[in-house]
């Protein structure tokens, strides 16, 4: 499955934005979504995951009650909205593909990934 991610911008803190990730090539609905992001000068690190259904969600506790992840599997998209956010949430922000039944929040249950979308908050 082929995934692009877009949405990242420069914002002020405090604000908002969506970012979405379109997937192509295979049954989106086969597949756990998940959202990693990566801080200059740091690991990749886990931010979100949803279920093939769209009706279970995880989140890291650094985002957790200010990201919310969903999707659309009619669109064969997922996407997250991000409210309140951070200088510390400036990252590039990546999709991912992945299979049922393994550990949401580890990166090596995904199979596929997107190219990166560039979230900056200023502050």
């Known amino acids: 499955v082929q995934l692009q991610a877009s949405g990242g911008g420069l914002v002020q803190a405090g604000g908002s934005l969506r970012l979405s990730c379109a997937a192509s090539g295979r049954t989106f609905s086969d597949y756990v979504m998940g959202w990693f992001r990566q801080a200059p000068g740091k690991e990749r690190e886990f931010v979100a995951v949803i279920n093939r259904g769209g009706g279970t969600t995880t989140y890291a506790n650094s985002v957790k009650g200010r990201f919310t992840v969903s999707r659309d599997n009619a669109k064969n998209t997922v996407y997250l909205q991000m409210n309140s956010l951070k200088p510390e949430d400036t990252a590039v922000y990546y999709c991912?593909?992945?299979?049922?039944?393994?550990?949401?929040?580890?990166?090596?249950?995904?199979?596929?990934w997107g190219q990166g979308t560039l979230v900056t908050v200023s502050s």
């Open positions: 991912a593909a992945g299979s049922a039944g393994l550990p949401g929040a580890s990166e090596s249950s995904y199979r596929y």
